[in-house]
């Protein structure tokens, strides 16, 4: 079992920038894909950023170029960088983790979570 805590949200203007943090513990999770999605009422989870155990990264269309995912380590904190962040990037984000490697895209099957963090972004 992968007990994962995110922190770090927040409230910014547009244009701005905010880190996430996600803490990991539990056996054997540094193998596993690590990931980053977010969520807003009435919609669909929807994946933003996936780092798989080799530093290879996955972003969405919506925010390559302006978020970065990164990793203390093998076993230390996943980093969520949002920069030139927009009001359609308001959400509780949530840090996931899945034991699917090679196939870390696979963005439905992420079976780990953590309680989510809120991101507001004001005009």
């Known amino acids: 079992q992968v007990h994962l805590v995110e922190s770090g949200g927040g409230s910014v203007q547009t244009g701005g920038s905010l880190r996430l943090s996600c803490t990991a513990s539990?056996?054997?999770?540094?193998?596993?894909?690590m990931g980053w999605f977010r969520q807003t009422p009435g919609k669909e989870r929807e994946g933003v950023a996936i780092?798989?155990?080799?530093?290879?990264?996955y972003y969405s269309d919506s925010v390559k170029g302006r978020f970065t995912i990164s990793r203390s380590g093998d076993m230390g904190p996943v980093y969520l960088q949002m920069d030139s962040l927009k009001p359609e990037d308001t959400a509780v984000y949530y840090c996931?983790?899945?034991?699917?490697?090679?196939?870390?895209?696979?963005?439905?099957?992420?079976?780990?979570w953590g309680q989510g963090t809120q991101v507001t972004v004001s005009p």
């Open positions: 780092r798989d155990p080799f530093r290879r990264t």
């Open positions: 539990g056996p054997d999770y540094g193998g596993y894909c």
């Open positions: 996931a983790a899945a034991d699917l490697y090679p196939d870390c895209d696979r963005w439905h099957e992420y079976n780990y």
